[in-house]
């Protein structure tokens, strides 16, 4: 069970995912999507990107996978933590400290990206609308997060 504050619920397109947030994986990057949610960031983003078998991206105000908030890009907080079905971890470019408000949710095992990205969090309810997210790259008329919120 998650403590209070750290439950990020995505009222998606597809219908409701639950999150429980890690910020002893990733104290700062926790905290980076706390204040993103308390601004209604995500609230109207796309899954841009979303390859069968692997993962599902959002996070991008412009829904192309080129964009991040205002907000100066997060030092990379790679931990142990296994990138397998449910895990939440933020998308970056080449370089590991350009992390900023794209993150995944994976679908299944994508064991080679373990400490080379940072997992925040996993999805503990609601996998099965992940699952129905509809896939592409890009992504013809995307599912969308609708709101995000922190319980």
Not at 102 to 123: E, M, N, P, S
Request: proline fraction near 6%.
């Amino acid at each position: 069970m998650a403590e209070a504050g750290n439950t990020l619920t995505l009222d998606t397109t597809q219908g409701p995912v639950v999150i429980e947030l890690r910020p002893d994986l990733a104290p700062a990057h926790v905290a980076h999507i706390k204040k993103l949610v308390g601004e209604k960031f995500y609230d109207g983003v796309a899954f841009h990107r979303v390859i069968e078998g692997f993962m599902a991206q959002t996070g991008c105000p412009h829904g192309t996978g080129t964009g991040g908030s205002k907000y100066p890009n997060l030092k990379a907080e790679f931990n142990a933590e296994p990138h397998v079905r449910g895990t939440c971890s933020m998308a970056r470019a080449q370089d590991p400290n350009s992390a900023n408000s794209q993150f995944f949710i994976c679908f299944g095992d994508a064991r080679f990206l373990d400490k080379q990205y940072t997992v925040w969090g996993k999805v503990t309810s609601g996998m099965e609308n992940v699952d129905k997210i509809k896939r592409g790259e890009p992504v013809r008329d995307p599912d969308k997060i609708v709101s995000a919120t922190i319980d």
